[in-house]
């Protein structure tokens, strides 16, 4: 097991489990993605291009058991899983120092700190257990939640990428931001 699972009281005022996610979650993941999927804009994947079979979803499971830099966490309230944060390791030799990071969370448990909380622990296991350096991720730049959390967590902005996604509000900037690990 990469990571014990631990309880975490949220600013509602209720306990959640976070802990790696098992092949076995690939069923519940599927719907719950999905769910995500249509709620938020600010994910790249729109709920009907979401389309993972139940043996997709196990294989891209396992894949974060087989990369020794990759961690699936999932934060878990009554067997459902609301929130996911995924580290994916780069297995190219030339970029193997470098991971890409991403998170979401059903909308009803956004804004209680379980955000911070799911990138905290995630990197932290990154620091911990791993040589990478570099964790990176990329942002639509109307997503000012998530950019003011990545900053508070120390990313900072690498490149833009002007007019690069097309919203239904109009058009955004990719913003790609990173952080250093080694200190
Ligand atoms: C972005 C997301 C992961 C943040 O998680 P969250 O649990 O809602 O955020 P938290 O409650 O942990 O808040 C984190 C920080 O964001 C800031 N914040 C909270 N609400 C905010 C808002 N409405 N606007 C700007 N900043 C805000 C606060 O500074 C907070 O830090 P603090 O608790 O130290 O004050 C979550 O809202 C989400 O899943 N959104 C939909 C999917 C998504 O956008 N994923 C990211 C794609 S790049």
Redesign the pocket.
Known sequence: MKFEPLNIRLKNGKTVQIRQGIESDAGELIHRMKE?FGE?E??LVDEDEFNMTLEQETAWLKAFDDVPTSLYLAAVYNDKII?TCGIVGNVMKKMKHTASI????LKEW????????LMEESIGWAKKNTDLEIIW????ST????V??YK?LGFVEEGRQKNFVRLKSGYCDKITMSLDIRQ
């Open positions: 995500i938020t600010y994910l929130g991403g998170i979401s969370l956004q804004n209680q700190g379980l955000g911070k909380k991720l990329d942002v639509f997503n000012t939640h998530a003011s959390l508070k």
